[in-house]
């Protein structure tokens, strides 16, 4: 696609259940990441990825959140046992690389955890 | 990375020339001012981006002082479609360290008709 995607859109989940949030980076970008806003907050990183590796995992809010990402591509971030405090929106961004190039956003996905 | 300081919000009249400040007076000399912004239920939008500088897109100027402890985003004609939250971030460019850009609180600009 033109930009990045991510899915689902929204998402409304049980507290204590296991979540799945996939990002789809622009063709070609070998660096991607992912943040999270919550109502009314800024954006708060957690990870980012250069290829397959994730360097730096310690945005990372608890050990119930993971991410990885393979073939170069897709990332999925997923959240075990959803607490109501994650309840966010969650922005993934892919750039050329890491380096000095503009990062590019998706929509972002809804978590609502009830 | 070096901090900045904005405006909490700013307003606008449709069609005049919004600038947007941001003081970052602890930049270092390889740090990059950028721009990007946050249009309501949306992710954000690279802007521009310079190093000392004054660069210009088809979107807005950039003007950074020569002390390089400031800058102004100057959009030359506001749209009601330019209302966002507008992020001033100053980011090193030495390859593999500068993996994430650190979002502020932002200056909340307001275009009205």
Same mark, same amino acid.
């Given at each position: 696609?033109?930009?990045?995607?991510?899915?689902?859109?929204?998402?409304?989940?049980?507290? *204590?259940?296991?979540?799945?949030?996939?990002? #789809?980076?622009?063709?070609?970008?070998?660096?991607?990441?992912?943040?999270?806003?919550?109502?009314?907050?800024?954006?708060?990183?957690?990870?980012?990825?250069? *290829?397959?590796?994730?360097?730096?995992? &310690?945005?990372?809010?608890? #050990?119930?959140?993971?991410?990885?990402?393979?073939? /170069?591509?897709?990332?999925?971030?997923?959240?075990?046992? %959803?607490?109501?405090?994650?309840?966010?929106?969650?922005?993934? =961004?892919?750039?050329?690389? %890491? /380096?000095?190039?503009?990062?590019?956003?998706?929509?972002?996905?809804?978590?609502?955890?009830? | #990375? =070096?901090? +900045?300081?904005?405006?909490? &919000?700013?307003?606008? =009249?449709?069609?005049?020339? =919004?600038?947007?400040?941001?003081?970052?007076?602890?930049?270092?000399?390889?740090?990059?001012?950028?721009?990007?912004?946050?249009?309501?239920?949306? *992710?954000?939008?690279?802007?521009?981006?310079?190093?000392?500088?004054?660069? %210009?897109?088809?979107?807005?100027?950039?003007?950074? +002082?020569?002390?390089?402890?400031?800058?102004?985003?100057?959009?030359?004609?506001?749209?009601?479609?330019? +209302?966002?939250?507008?992020?001033?971030?100053?980011?090193? #460019?030495?390859?593999?360290?500068?993996? !994430?850009?650190?979002?502020? !609180?932002?200056?909340?600009?307001?275009?009205?008709?």
């Amino acid at each position: 696609g033109a930009g990045v995607s991510q899915s689902p859109s929204n998402k409304v989940t049980e507290k *204590g259940k296991d979540v799945e949030l996939r990002c #789809d980076p622009i063709s070609g970008h070998t660096a991607l990441y992912w943040y999270r806003q919550s109502l009314g907050q800024g954006l708060e990183f957690l990870i980012y990825f250069q *290829g397959n590796s994730a360097p730096d995992k &310690s945005g990372l809010p608890s #050990d119930r959140f993971s991410a990885e990402r393979t073939g /170069g591509s897709v990332s999925t971030l997923t959240i075990q046992r %959803t607490q109501q405090e994650d309840s966010a929106v969650y922005l993934c =961004a892919s750039s050329l690389w %890491t /380096g000095n190039t503009e990062a590019f956003f998706g929509q972002g996905t809804r978590l609502t955890v009830v | #990375d =070096a901090k +900045t300081t904005q405006p909490t &919000s700013m307003d606008c =009249a449709e069609g005049r020339a =919004a600038n947007l400040p941001c003081n970052h007076s602890t930049i270092s000399g390889n740090e990059y001012v950028y721009w990007y912004r946050q249009i309501h239920s949306q *992710g954000p939008q690279y802007i521009i981006h310079g190093l000392k500088n004054n660069e %210009t897109n088809e979107m807005a100027s950039l003007i950074i +002082t020569e002390d390089r402890k400031s800058s102004t985003l100057i959009l030359p004609h506001a749209t009601l479609r330019d +209302t966002a939250v507008y992020y001033c971030i100053v980011r090193v #460019d030495s390859g593999g360290s500068n993996y !994430k850009l650190t979002f502020g !609180k932002g200056t909340l600009l307001t275009v009205n008709p």
